[in-house]
T-cell receptor, first 115, second 112 residues
Framework: GAGVSQSPSNKVTEKGKDVELRCDPI?????LYWYRQRLGQGLEFLIY????????KSGLPSDRFSAERTGESVSTLTIQRTQQEDSAVYLC?????????????FGPGTRLTVL | GQNIDQPTEMTATEGAIVQINCTYQ??????LFWYQQHAGEAPTFLSY????GLEEKGRFSSFLSRSKGYSYLLLKELQMKDSASYLC?????????????FGTGTKLQVIP
């Protein structure tokens, strides 16, 4: 079946503008994660959704960042008043269940450039 | 919280064996993953360990010692295409969540 998709693949914006990034998960995969990866660095956890439970927002770097997910469907990550330091690849990952040996399946990412 | 450490860079020769180490500290350990990430691409799954011991999968093996908070990824018969970053990730199941935290990755360069 189809994998995780993200849109847009690339986004260039001006400092101070708001951006919205989209993740279309694999059907039936209950867990969804957002990560940020700056150039040459590792993955930085942002937020985690698990079904209808309250999301784990502990990784969001500031109140300019927010994310939504309705049930087990599409998720959007919104960055308000973007700053140059927000430039990074934003990766979305899915997992089928809450536990077990299942792995995360990553989308191709959205490369965000803030000028 | 979680603290994951792995070397930043490693270089190895084609055909050789390389071991990439990962140490971690977490309050509710619930599994350790290794991912491979080629430049400009998304990470792809390599291995998963939740019990102590060695998991072998072709040229790649992964080892876990929960008491030591230690894992390694072993790559045998290195090929040029193995040049990539290798990410260690730990899942913490405490608090009802399944948070997965990644290390900064080890950039492996395979040379002829």
């Amino acid at each position: 079946g189809a994998g995780v998709s993200q849109s847009p693949s690339n986004k260039v914006t001006e400092k101070g503008k708001d951006v919205e990034l989209r993740c279309d998960p694999i059907s039936g995969h209950t867990a969804l994660y957002w990560y940020r990866q700056r150039l040459g660095q590792g993955l930085e956890f942002l937020i985690y959704f698990q079904g209808n439970s309250a999301p784990d927002k502990s990784g969001l770097p500031s109140d300019r960042f927010s994310a939504e997910r309705t049930g087990e469907s599409v998720s959007t990550l919104t960055i308000q008043r973007t700053q140059q330091e927000d430039s990074a690849v934003y990766l979305c990952a899915n997992r089928p269940f809450a536990g077990g040996t299942d792995t995360q399946y990553f989308g191709p990412g959205t490369r965000l450039t803030v000028l | 919280g979680q603290n994951i450490d792995q070397p930043t860079e490693m270089t190895a020769t084609e055909g050789a064996i390389v071991q990439i180490n990962c140490t971690y500290q977490t309050s509710g350990f619930n599994g350790l993953f290794w991912y491979q990430q080629h430049a400009g691409e998304a990470p792809t799954f390599l291995s998963y360990n939740v019990l102590d011991g060695l998991e072998e999968k072709g040229r790649f093996s992964s080892f876990l010692s929960r008491s030591k908070g230690y894992s390694y990824l072993l790559l045998k018969e290195l090929q040029m295409k193995d040049s990539a970053s290798y990410l260690c990730a730990v899942r913490d199941g405490s608090g009802g969540y399944q948070k997965v935290t990644f290390g900064t990755g080890t950039k492996l360069q395979v040379i002829p």
